[in-house]
């Protein structure tokens, strides 16, 4: 697969949140395989850290910016931060997203705090990195974004979920 590659992202500047770990992680890579320089947001520092290093082992380019996506100054920082870093952002991956305990605790089980932290980074968000992030790209004359969410689980119903709101 690796012959396959058309490096198509070479000179752009890609955005994930929660590269530090699975989905981000994954698509940071991914990303900097396709030749883009890669901003991994993300509120685990460590995770971020091993993310930007395999990045860089691999000979691309990356920068860690510590963000809360559930904050409106981490995410007008973070993409202040990309092109500060690298002049421009071209494409977003807004996957920065937690389940708080909804996988282990039967809704009614679930404390307002939870529920109000879950919607803060999975639906809000969502929202603030995009009113980050879009009049940057509109600057510039266009951009791509993709927003991740979760439909719940085999134990869950898929009501238990906030992400269906920004479906």
């Not at 058309?6 to 770990?21: C, F, H, I, N, W």
């Not at 930007?52 to 409106?72: F, P």
């Not at 708080?100 to 529920?115: I, N």
């Amino acid at each position: 697969m690796a012959g396959n590659l058309t490096r198509d992202l070479a000179g752009k500047t890609a955005l994930v949140t929660g590269g530090g770990s699975g989905i981000g992680r994954a698509a940071s890579l991914a990303y900097a395989r396709e030749g883009a320089r890669v901003v991994v947001a993300d509120v685990n520092v460590e995770g971020g850290e091993e993310t930007v290093q395999r990045i860089k082992e691999a000979g691309g380019e990356a920068i860690l910016v510590h963000a809360d996506v559930s904050r409106a100054e981490d995410t007008q920082a973070m993409v202040s931060q990309a092109v500060q870093a690298f002049g421009r952002l071209d494409c977003a991956f807004n996957n920065a997203g937690i389940s708080g305990g909804m996988d282990r605790r039967l809704t009614a089980d679930y404390q307002e705090e939870d529920w109000d932290r879950v919607i803060g980074i999975n639906l809000k968000g969502v929202w603030l990195c995009m009113k980050a992030e879009i009049p940057q790209m509109l600057k510039q004359g266009g951009g791509a974004i993709v927003n991740t969410a979760s439909r719940g689980s085999p134990r869950r119903p898929r009501w238990s979920t906030p992400s269906p709101a920004y479906e």
